[in-house]
């Protein structure tokens, strides 16, 4: 399945995302979406070597970037008929699940969100908080698909994938956008990958406005498949559900982000449960700021002796904070998870 249509939905059919679409979202959001702050920390600094720019998605609308895409495409989609929109269906670990809840909400549509039982039960509330419909499902991406689809159908909805839809791409590559204007002399920038919408819009941007900005992904290595596929040349998505603890980054890179990651992006960094939870604490004892496992994943590969032998010459480096919807009722279980993994 690609990701953008499914059975008794309406069709959204794929194309490639340029600058100008992103430039379009940026439009479409002002006065909806924060621009959030870039930070730095002299600590960090010194631990990677060298000047680190933090972009705090965590401070965004619905506590992450997602909120960027969802209400662009639904904007969209509500501005393109004369009549009641249709509802919105989504899959989701959490963040776009929220973010879609929330823009779904602001612009009268109904939002249907399916969540792998496993996730975690503050982002299952606030999707419930902003009036979205929650169906819980097995923690499998067989599972969130066939369960999106069979909603789709009885509810006549569009299916806005998370990372994998044209519009949904097109906003989140806004943050390229503001990261070019917050930070002027960029060497490089670091996003995490799941789904790849991030990765694929910010990359858009670096790439068609100021080429000489390397850009990077970051993952765990139990969920490598991004950095597989780059290494490899074609998309190399895993047969499992990996058992990190960036609950957010455990989805497949999707087939619509891979051609934009495959020819925009020039490493993929992975690193260690460990590197994650070391990265998640430093933030939160050193930056003061509140941001999930997967939201750290790029502060990881920043810090990581891979990015530091691959990099040696970049003096400001971007990090994109993508999120801070963190369960505190399971923080002892973050914080002592990884050495059970």
């Keep these: 399945m690609s990701g953008l249509r499914a059975p008794g939905a309406t069709v959204m059919e794929a194309r490639r995302v340029t600058v100008q679409d992103v430039e379009t979202a940026a439009g479409r959001l002002q006065g909806h979406a924060r621009e959030t702050p870039v930070l730095t920390c002299g600590t960090l600094?010194?631990?990677?070597?060298?000047?680190?720019?933090?972009?705090?998605?965590?401070?965004?609308?619905?506590?992450?970037?997602?909120?960027?895409?969802?209400?662009?495409?639904?904007?969209?989609?509500?501005?393109?008929?004369?009549?009641?929109?249709?509802?919105?269906?989504?899959?989701?670990?959490g963040n776009h699940a929220c973010a879609l809840a929330l823009a779904a909400h602001q612009l009268d549509v109904?939002?249907?969100?399916?969540?792998?039982?496993?996730?975690?039960q503050c982002k299952k509330e606030t999707v419930r908080g902003y009036g979205g419909k929650v169906y819980e499902c097995t923690?499998?991406?067989q599972a969130r698909v066939e369960t999106m689809e069979r909603i789709a159908a009885e509810e006549g909805a569009v299916y806005l994938s998370s990372s994998q839809h044209p519009d949904i791409i097109a906003g989140q590559g806004t943050m390229g956008l503001e990261l070019l204007r917050q930070v002027p002399d960029l060497d490089?920038?670091?996003?995490?990958?799941?789904g790849g919408g991030m990765l694929a819009g910010v990359s858009t941007v670096m790439k068609s406005l100021n080429p000489h900005v390397r850009v990077y992904g970051a993952e765990p290595e139990l969920a490598n498949d991004a950095a597989t596929s780059l290494a490899k040349g074609e998309r190399c998505p895993l047969?499992?559900?990996?058992?990190?603890?960036a609950d957010g980054l455990r989805i497949n890179m999707g087939p619509v982000a891979w051609p934009y990651i495959r020819d925009n992006v020039d490493d993929i960094i992975t690193v260690t449960e460990?590197?994650?939870?070391?990265?998640?604490?430093?933030?939160?004892?050193?930056?003061?700021?509140?941001?999930?496992p997967s939201g750290v994943v790029g502060v990881a590969a920043a810090l990581s002796d891979s990015f530091k032998a691959r990099e040696e010459t970049a003096k400001h480096v971007a990090v994109i904070l993508s999120g801070g919807n963190l369960?505190?009722?399971?923080?002892?279980?973050?914080?002592s998870m990884s050495e059970h993994v």
């Design 274 to 292: 460990e590197e994650i939870k070391n990265a998640m604490t430093l933030i939160w004892q050193r930056m003061k700021l509140v941001v999930e």
């Design 139 to 141: 923690p499998t991406e």
């Design 188 to 194: 490089a920038v670091i996003t995490c990958v799941g």
């Design 239 to 245: 047969s499992y559900y990996p058992d990190t603890i």
């Design 327 to 335: 369960d505190l009722l399971k923080l002892p279980d973050l914080l």
């Design 110 to 120: 109904t939002a249907h969100v399916v969540m792998p039982r496993n996730a975690p």
């Design 45 to 93: 600094d010194e631990l990677a070597g060298r000047r680190l720019y933090f972009k705090c998605e965590n401070l965004q609308k619905s506590g992450s970037f997602k909120f960027r895409g969802a209400y662009n495409a639904i904007s969209k989609l509500v501005s393109s008929t004369n009549q009641k929109p249709p509802p919105v269906v989504t899959h989701s670990s």
